[in-house]
């Protein structure tokens, strides 16, 4: 289970998230959805502890993060948002770092490399960006982890690869693996997710499960995707 | 910790293996010429001789300041390979040398690493600042020890096939008291990288240190502030050319402390600091 209570995290510029609470069951895959500089990923950032945040209770299974990060980070899978990964070594090398960091074998991430069509062997500046984009999806992945935090899971990945990337999200939630996944736009995550979260400007301004949103959408006559959109602006929304 | 410190090490020595083994192989092998050159009768009658003629004829033996900028505290010695090799290389030109190999290499895991994202990954592994620092710490001082041993071994290996000498275990005392200079200015930019994240303050703090004590021993004969600097704080001044003297337990306990005390600087602001992602 994955909590956040009360999380306040500001940059010098007076810009960050302010008193956020999310919380994610064992088994459930949350959306945390919102344009540009909403505060997606400094939300996210913080719950790994790389930003220091000024208020806030974070957990992880009842383990917090910034006090006892080892224990956190054995049992999280974290995808940044803008994967930069050394370009002079192979997706294989990488995962031999990991496995061994993590202390587990490399087979569940050499599977995951043949499901995702994966050349392990090349350097990363020789890949694509879909295939960075996979290189770091299998770093996040490979240790089987309860928690999974994936800022913008989706970027650079093509449809297909989007799929497989979902149904390996949608097994590990059957798993009981709390998932909380960002995006800018619901149509992308719907198939999914079971709750969402929509930030804006720093701040958390919805929180519901999936159907409830859906029936929201159905009682305002429009579909999710403007009903999304009506949370910021109205003017931007289109039949 | 050793299976971490093995892992991680091993990380950052194939993510920066072309940084290391340029710096590790390219000056050792230019520094080869110095042996060479005081090897070959002719090559030492035209190059090394006549400069020393020029330049004296010019006045520049006579001018202290001009002396001391280029580290060299005796100007009749430097004019034999043990005295260059001991009294101008180690003196200024290695510690230049691994100042900036080592700022550039711990730039690359650390302040900079940061800055282009790629820390991020390290940064989601299950490690605690603590230990990715002292490893970082590690790699620092081990490379700016190893790497200018492996420049002296190629100059000594060199010696072995010319008309040319040098005590090998005078020579590994002078190595030691200068890659720790080198190392003190790497310290000092790798714990403001550490401190703030940002690799162009890293470069600033430790090339500025640098500039400040190279200075300070340029000028120490002409104001008592440079020279007190020079005597007391200067990691140039520390090295009091051990090829002749034998290794100085002042000169070593001060470049050591300025490391260490650098290290704690650097430790104290990355512990518990947000990442400059």
């Known amino acids: ?239 | 910790m050793i299976k971490f410190l093995a892992t991680y090490g091993w990380y950052i020595i194939i993510s920066s293996q072309r940084w290391i083994s340029t710096w590790t192989l390219a000056p050792g092998v230019y520094l080869m010429i110095i042996p060479l050159a005081f090897g070959n009768s002719n090559l030492k009658e035209n190059l090394i001789d006549g400069q020393k003629n020029a330049l004296e004829t010019s006045g520049f033996s006579d001018n202290s300041v001009v002396l001391n900028a280029f580290g060299i505290s005796n100007w009749d010695s430097i004019w034999s390979l043990e005295g260059l090799v001991s009294g101008y290389l180690m003196n200024l030109f290695m510690p230049l040398l691994i100042a900036v190999c080592i700022i550039g290499l711990m730039n690359k895991i650390g302040a900079k690493s940061e800055e282009d994202g790629t820390f991020e990954f390290v940064a989601s592994l299950p490690f605690t600042r603590t230990m990715i620092f002292s490893a970082q710490a590690i790699i620092l001082i081990g490379l700016g020890m190893l790497i200018p041993f492996v420049w002296v071994n190629l100059i000594f290996i060199m010696t072995l096939f010319v008309d040319a000498s040098l005590n090998y275990s005078s020579l590994v005392q002078s190595v030691i008291q200068s890659a720790l200079g080198g190392v003190s200015f790497a310290a000092f930019g790798f714990a403001i990288g550490a401190y703030t994240g940002k690799s162009s303050l890293s470069w600033a703090a430790g090339v500025g240190l640098l500039a400040m004590e190279w200075l300070s021993g340029m000028l120490a004969q002409t104001n008592e502030i440079f020279e007190f600097v020079k005597e007391w704080i200067s990691s140039f001044g520390a090295y009091n050319n051990p090829y002749v003297n034998g290794l100085d337990f002042a000169d070593l306990s001060l470049v050591i402390f300025k490391i260490l005390l650098f290290l704690i600087i650097g430790f104290w602001g990355y512990r518990d600091r947000s990442l400059n992602l």
């Open chain 1, 1 to 239: 289970m994955i909590s956040i209570k009360n999380l306040t995290m500001l940059y010098q510029n007076g810009k960050g998230v302010k008193n956020i609470s999310i919380s994610i069951q064992d088994g459930e895959t949350k959306a945390l959805l919102g344009p540009n500089g909403s505060g997606k990923t400094t939300t996210m950032r913080s719950f790994m502890g790389f930003l220091k945040c000024s208020d806030g209770t974070l957990s992880v299974n009842e383990i917090d993060p910034i006090s006892n990060p080892i224990e956190a980070k054995k049992i999280i899978g974290f995808l940044p948002g803008d994967s930069r990964l050394p370009g002079n070594l192979s997706s294989e090398t990488l995962f031999k770092f990991a496995a061994n960091a993590r202390n587990v074998k490399l087979d569940y991430a050499l599977e995951l490399a043949t499901n995702f069509d994966l050349d392990i062997k090349q350097t990363l500046k020789k890949l694509s960006k879909g295939n960075k984009q996979k290189t770091a999806i299998i770093l996040s992945l490979l240790h089987k982890p309860k928690a999974l935090i994936l800022d913008e899971p989706t970027s650079g990945l093509d449809p297909f690869h989007q799929r497989t990337l979902f149904q390996i999200l949608n097994d590990f939630a059957n798993n009981g693996t709390s998932i909380l996944l960002s995006s800018h736009i619901i149509s992308e995550v719907e198939k999914t997710v079971d709750s969402l979260a929509v930030m804006k400007e720093g701040e958390k301004i919805y929180d519901e499960s999936l159907e409830a949103f859906k029936k929201m959408a159905e009682q305002n006559n429009t579909s999710a995707e403007n009903q999304f959109f009506d949370f910021f602006d109205k003017e931007k929304s289109f039949d």
